[in-house]
Structure formats: C-alpha cells, structure tokens
DNA sequence: TTAGAATAAATTGCGTACAATTTAGCTGAT
DNA sequence: ATCAGCTAAATTGTACGCAATTTATTCTAA
C-alpha cells in the first residue's frame, strides 16, 4: 500500500472553507437575530440596497443563486415585509423585487448590528480585505477550472 | 443620512467564503461524480479513512455536524456500500460507522481522482498550505466571538 | 404571420444543515 | 435498587442550494 493517508481532512481547504462558511452562518444567524432574517436573505437585502429594484435573473446573478433558490426566498422575505414582488408589465415573464419603505427605514438599523457585530472579529481593515482578496482568489482559481475542463482533462 | 452603502457584498468577507464554499461544492461534485458521492459524503469518508470505526457522535465532533445531519447521510453512505451501521454492544445508545471492505478498496482510486483535480487549481503546496491557515484563522476569530459572546456585547 | 427557439420564473425532487424535540439507554446519588 | 438526570441517536420541521423540468411569455426566422 502506497502513502493513502496523505489525505486529511485538516489540510483540506476545501474542509476549512466548509467550516468557515458555517461559522460565519452561525454568526450571521445571531447578528441578524433581531431581524429575523437568514444569511442568504440578508445578501439578498444587501444587493437590493446596492441597486434596486432588480429582476429575479439579475438578484441571481449578484448573488450566484438561481430561481430555485431565490423564489422561495423571496417569498419569505414579501411574507415578513421587506421586499415586493411585481410581474413586470413589459414583460411578463420577469418578476420585479423591490424594497418596501419598512426595508429603506431599517437599513442603517441592520448596518449598524452588522458593522457592530464584525469589530468583534478583532481584524483589522487590512487583514479583513486581505482575506477577502486571498478568499476570491480561491473562487478565480475554481472558476478557471469549471465542470467541463474538469470531466475532459481527468480521467476516472 | 449618513454613509449607508459602505457595506457592498463585494467588500463582505462571508460573502466571498460562501462564494468559494459553493464554487468548491459544484467542483467536487464533478470530482466525485465517478464515485456517485455528495461532497458531504466525501469529507465523511475522509474522516473515517483517517480513524475507522467511529461513533456518530465521534464522527460529528470531527466534521461538526450533529445527529440531524449525519444520520441520513450515512444510511445513504450505508445503502451504496460505504460504511456499516452497527449498534454498540456495549453502550446501545451508540451507533458504530465502520468502513466497508468495499470503501477500502476504493480509498486509492478516491485518493488519485481527488488529487488528479487538486492539481488543476494551479496552486503552489505553499500557496494552498497558506491558504488553508489564512481560512482557519477565520474560523478561529469566529469561535472566539461566539453566539453568547456577541449577544451580550452588541445591543440591538 | 406564425411555428419553433429562447428566455424567465416557478416547480419538483434530493441532499444537506441545524434547532428543537423525542426516544432509548446508561449512571450515579440516595 | 431505583429514579432523576445525563447522554446518543433519531426524528421533526424549516430553509437553503441546485439540477431538472414545467409553464408562460417573448423573440425570430421562414
């Protein structure tokens, strides 16, 4: 038997992304506790604040999510007030999302938990866009290398 | 109003971790498809090629995952061959996943094809050794700041 | 003009994740 | 010895995430 265990699960950066994203979803879920909102409706509200108001295909294409995902989604977020749902009337095949006044009037309330929240992570401006970069640099890498090139290229 | 937009999705740490968490799914879903397993699936193989057999509890501890998700993924893994489920003897509140002689003879060629499409990512052992630190380094920063932690420390 | 292709959103089905509860088995203090 | 409390796993319920399909609408080429 050849060296198999050069494989462990601590040095996988697929595993400690995993586990990051996870935490931070906890974390997130205690941040956003008086809002009553998920991480994925809270990125959701976050790009509607950037530009709005935005077609479900456009939604998607911030936040890499498609209708499957975001439909229910936003549902949730029209049953509990934040956004509106409008059939498009120029073409009715695109559902417009919109932010409701109670969504405007909450904004800075939902930044501040957010910004108040991220200075206990004990990071400063620079580490924090450091990982940002270092972290988009892994998403580039695995763009690069999508389905496709991956199925033609390795062998079984 | 003061400066509401500073908070882009673009800027958001979690967000490029969530990115590149789903990025790396869909990559191993093409990585693992000759071997019909869910990247969840895999990591538990990877924790078990390490120690074998183990509790559900054990297992849990390793991948931080409870009894709510690990049970239906390993009778999934125990329908297709991988594991055995087996109730301890000795204490039966314990359920022992053991490795299939089927799992072992496939660790190799599991090994090889993980590997064969690491080597696609075009990183350096040390680019990606330095990677995996930088993003344990935030899992460690988010342990820290836990659920109790910060719901003490930031008003609403 | 109209049938077929393309597109947008919704729906369906499956597999996580996880909180909360339930069930079953163990353990220790009286 | 026994019962209250603890523990392990399973179960329940909710919300993603995504592939695949369906439905409705728009576009386009003959």
């Known amino acids: 038997m050849t060296q198999l265990n050069q494989i462990t699960l601590d040095s996988q950066l697929c595993f400690a992304l995993y586990t990051a994203n996870k935490k931070y979803n906890h974390f997130y879920q205690e941040a956003l506790a008086p809002f009553n909102l998920t991480y994925s409706q809270y990125i959701a509200l976050l790009s509607l604040y950037e530009q709005a108001p935005m077609t479900v295909k456009e939604l998607g294409n911030h936040l890499n999510l498609d209708s499957g995902t975001l439909t229910p ?3 949730r977020l029209e049953k509990q007030g934040w956004v509106t749902r409008t ?4 073409d009715e095949r695109q559902m417009i999302i919109d932010l409701t006044k109670m969504a405007q009037q909450n904004q800075a309330d939902l930044y ?45």
């Open 87 to 90: 059939r498009s009337t120029e």
């Open 73 to 75: 989604l936003l549902k």
């Open 112 to 156: 501040n938990r957010v910004t108040s929240c991220q200075k206990l992570l004990g990071l400063t401006t620079d580490q924090y866009q450091a990982l940002v970069v270092a972290v988009d640099k892994i998403s580039d890498q695995l763009d690069l290398v999508d389905a496709d090139h991956l199925i033609a290229t390795v062998p079984d």
